[in-house]
């Protein structure tokens, strides 16, 4: 068998093409067919959401796990080369602050959420705009050719979700959304008048949330509270919806000193701590289907920035 092969570079897409509105750069990594140079059917999606921006620090460690295709490399790298992955920044910034409005729509002007509401199911819809857009301009523009968009290049058995740093919000965000799965069923009896491509978001927006197996918090923090969700109706709600559907979820925790020993926000510890309970709570009483893990790095240096950085580097994802 051939072995596969890969693209990977940058891309700027919107959420609706048609309707004008803000970039979204993204580093994408896609897997293709030896010799037919066509995409592939991944056997994993990894979506990453970073964070701030951090310029002008002039340390290479930091510049260079700064950059969104780096990141994608190395993703793939951890995954597997059956992967694809995707490398979102926020399309608006104030200042440093990434703003992800159109994921998280309670956000206030610096990115910090009042709260997470999965009403309209936002940053699922959003997510499979993304996907769905960066593949057509890989297709069209760097590939060569265009075809009708299949959902199967969409959404692959299995998505693993990271978020870094204030890209933990849109973590927070979905697994709001993934409690009221039973929502979706309104969206899948979209009416039939709808456009080709809204009714591909709207049956891939149900089809997404129940591909996904992973969440990972990656060093995720606020200047404000909010950092983890830690809503116990809404564990409980995932919890038994793994054990009717028979299916599992793992939830990592990858921290560092920088923000887990914050002692000027204390909060993040909190959070993290509590929902860790929440997560523990509910998998011993609704079938050991929601599964969490802790996982702590540089434990026994002082918190620096270059070390909330490296932590996407040296994670354990297994």
């Known amino acids: 068998m051939a072995p596969m092969e890969r693209w990977t570079g940058i891309v700027n897409v919107r959420l609706n093409p048609n309707n004008g509105g803000s970039f979204f750069k993204v580093a994408v990594s896609l897997l293709l067919c030896p010799f037919s140079k066509t995409l592939a059917v991944p056997s994993v999606n990894a979506i990453f959401f970073k964070g701030d921006r951090v310029e002008g620090t002039g340390n290479p460690a930091i510049e260079r796990l700064s950059e969104s295709k780096n990141i994608a490399e190395i993703l793939v790298a951890k995954l597997g080369g059956s992967v694809n992955a995707w490398v979102v920044e926020a399309s608006t910034f104030s200042g440093p602050f990434a703003v992800f409005r159109e994921f998280v729509p309670s956000v206030n002007s610096r990115g910090e959420p009042k709260h997470y509401d999965p009403e309209g199911f936002p940053a699922s819809k959003s997510i499979v705009a993304i996907m769905a857009n960066s593949i057509d301009q890989v297709k069209s523009s760097v590939l060569g050719y265009k075809d009708e968009l299949a959902i199967s290049e969409i959404l692959s058995p299995k998505t693993a979700v990271f978020g870094f740093s204030k890209g933990g919000t849109v973590i927070n965000q979905i697994v709001a959304e993934f409690a009221h799965l039973n929502a979706i069923k309104m969206l899948n009896s979209a009416s039939p008048t709808l456009e080709a491509r809204d009714g591909i978001f709207a049956t891939s927006n149900g089809s997404f949330l129940h591909s996904i197996s992973e969440f990972h918090y990656v060093d995720v923090g606020l200047n404000c509270h909010g950092a983890y969700l830690t809503d116990k109706a809404v564990i409980k709600e995932i919890a038994q919806n793994l054990m009717i559907s028979n299916s599992s979820l793992r939830i990592l925790f990858h921290g560092t000193p920088r923000q887990w020993h914050d002692h000027n926000r204390p909060w993040i510890r909190k ?48």
């Open 271 to 318: 959070e993290k701590d509590l929902l860790l309970q929440l997560i523990q709570d509910a998998t011993n009483k609704y079938g050991g289907r929601l599964q969490v893990f802790e996982r702590f790095y540089f434990a026994d240096m002082k918190p620096t920035l270059q070390m909330h950085f490296e932590i996407i580097q040296v994670m354990d994802v297994s």
